[in-house]
Nanobody, 125 residues
Framework: QVQLVESGGRLVQAGGSLRLSCAAS????????MGWFRQAPGEERDFVAG????????QYADSVKGRFTISRDNIRNTVYLQMNDLKPEDTSVYYC??????????????????WGQGTQVTVSS
């Protein structure tokens, strides 16, 4: 049973930067993937970025490619999302997700088994 706790969400001005953290506990396997999703009011929950623990393979949504970077610290069991050049349309609740499966980086909700509570990111214009 994996537990995930996100942190770092806050209000930031457009063009600014922010780093989100996701601390994972209860992992029982060295393999698996971590992902970030986001959901704005009235919108679907969409994939943002993901990374595999062992290989470092990454995947990004087109909307954030070149602006966001996902990374992982295997020793601390923590995943980060560095967000640069933030735009008002990035305003969302950001969720951390995890699985302990073999594979690449899932880009759908069904590809993950564990979820954090979410952290609010608000970008003002």
């Amino acid at each position: 049973q994996v537990q995930l706790v996100e942190s770092g969400g806050r209000l930031v001005q457009a063009g600014g930067s922010l780093r989100l953290s996701c601390a994972a506990s209860g992992r029982t396997r060295s393999n698996g993937a971590m992902g970030w999703f986001r959901q704005a009011p009235g919108e679907e929950r969409d994939f943002v970025a993901g990374v595999r623990w062992t290989t470092g393979l990454t995947q990004y949504a087109d909307s954030v490619k070149g602006r966001f970077t996902i990374s992982r610290d295997n020793i601390r069991n923590t995943v980060y999302l560095q967000m640069n050049d933030l735009k008002p349309e990035d305003t969302s609740v950001y969720y951390c997700a995890a699985n302990e499966r073999w594979g690449v980086v899932p880009i759908t909700e069904s590809g993950y088994d564990y979820w954090g509570q979410g952290t609010q990111v608000t970008v003002s214009s």
